[in-house]
């Protein structure tokens, strides 16, 4: 999670040195941002895929190969395609990494799922507040420039390429999310099958056996559940996506000196609110901090958009409110989907994935259909969404009048 912070985060400083390197266009931007959404989207539909049938090993391993294979490539490349092509790899490697990490965590974090899953997602916030401030200090020396920010972290991937195949990893003779259910301190486990569609209470986790990934695209809550993490993904990414051009073109802002601040700020934050959050959050309850968390993001961005260049000292502040969006959804999943977890939510994953690479592209049609200004500005509706869908999956899972974790 540390290695995925790190190299997926050099995207703040890496993306407007791109954008003036090959001189692309807005449209053009927008295309590279939702290409490589989509790369790290279908390989997470591949492995929700692999996953069901060969465990959680491969993902790893088939990760780390492409990870490495993109970050070398990067390197050489000198033209605007070919870049894209060496970062569509790479973030191939990242959508194996997000199915496989957290199919991983859904077998090992039976109890405290969000506390777990918060303190597990910090180590990609600790990867992401070095990032883009390495990213930064590595570009701007006239003996490098952007690609040695990616070339660097080779041998970092190379390490934990080599430790994950000597690693043991659980099978699934080793049913341990099975037992999620026992734990009634901290869930209230929701039978979500497909067959009744409906979510009620009562003990149970998913029923039947192993269920594929092309069940998980038949349960109705999966799909709701997908686009609550998509448009959070969304919402946490834009400002890694878009904020350092959004400041440097309509404030003036140094990308790769107070952009690359901005993003720090920002992750530094965001890697706090996760270290400290998880016990706030079992206590509130999981939708219901989803939604508080959700509606001050929307009070932060307002206030940041309308104080100008001052709300580069406002943003950063919404990374401590976004940061639990991710962790607590899918320890909503591991509540809600039991035993059958793993595979859910790889579809959660893949198909959030897709929105959120639509979105990006929308973005950047947004800023050059209405100039720069408004595409992370956008971000605001995008929040709204998020809080109407939120408060549709309250109403789905009914919620329990006893206060347990998951409301």
């Not at 959050?277 to 989803?290: D, N, T």
């Not at 989907?337 to 859910?344: I, L, M, W």
């Amino acid at each position: 999670m540390l290695t995925y912070g790190l190299i997926d985060n050099s995207r703040g400083v890496s993306y407007p040195l791109i954008n003036r390197e090959f001189g692309v266009s807005w449209e053009q931007q927008g295309f590279l941002v939702s290409i490589l959404a989509i790369s790290y989207v279908g390989f997470s539909i591949v492995a929700g895929i692999f996953l069901s049938r060969f465990g959680i090993k491969p993902l790893f391993l088939f990760g780390f190969a492409a990870l490495c294979i993109g970050v070398f490539s990067v390197f050489f490349m000198h033209w605007f395609f070919w870049t894209g092509t060496a970062l569509f790899v790479m973030y191939a490697g990242f959508g194996f990494f997000e199915v496989g990490l957290n199919a991983l965590a859904s077998r090992l974090f039976i109890r405290k799922a969000a506390l777990l899953m918060s303190l597990l997602h910090s180590f990609y916030g600790i990867g992401a507040i070095i990032g883009p401030k390495a990213a930064g200090l590595i570009a701007n020396d006239s003996r490098f420039g952007w690609r040695y920010a990616y070339l660097i972290s080779l041998p970092l991937a190379l390490l934990f390429f080599i430790m994950s195949i000597f690693s043991d990893f659980p099978t699934d003779d080793k049913p341990a999310a099975a037992n999620a259910s026992s734990d009634t301190d901290n869930t209230s486990a929701v039978d979500a099958s497909a067959d009744t569609g409906n979510a009620e209470r009562g003990g149970k986790t998913a029923a039947g056996g192993r269920r594929s990934f092309f069940d998980a695209l038949r349960n109705p809550l999966v799909w709701l559940m997908s686009v609550i993490l998509g448009l959070a993904v969304v919402v946490e990414m834009n400002s890694a996506n878009w904020g350092a051009m959004y400041f440097r073109d309509v404030h003036g802002v140094n990308p790769s000196t107070g952009g690359a601040a901005f993003l720090s700020s920002f992750f530094l934050v965001f890697t706090i609110s996760r270290l400290v959050c998880g016990p706030l959050i079992e206590k509130i309850g999981y939708v219901r901090s989803l939604l508080g968390a959700a509606c001050i993001v929307l009070v932060i961005y307002t206030a940041g958009f309308f104080m100008g260049a001052k709300g580069v000292y406002v943003l950063p502040a919404q990374g401590f409110f976004v940061a639990p969006l991710w962790p607590t959804i899918m320890a909503v999943a591991i509540s809600v989907f039991g035993r059958d977890a793993p595979v859910f939510s790889s579809a959660m994953i893949a198909i959030g994935g897709f929105l959120n690479a639509g979105v990006q592209f929308l973005i950047g049609l947004t800023n050059k259909t209405f100039g720069p200004a408004w595409g992370y500005r956008s971000t605001v509706v995008y929040t709204v969404l998020l809080i109407a869908a939120l408060l549709m999956l309250v109403v789905r899972l009914k919620v329990p009048a006893k206060g347990a974790a998951i409301a």
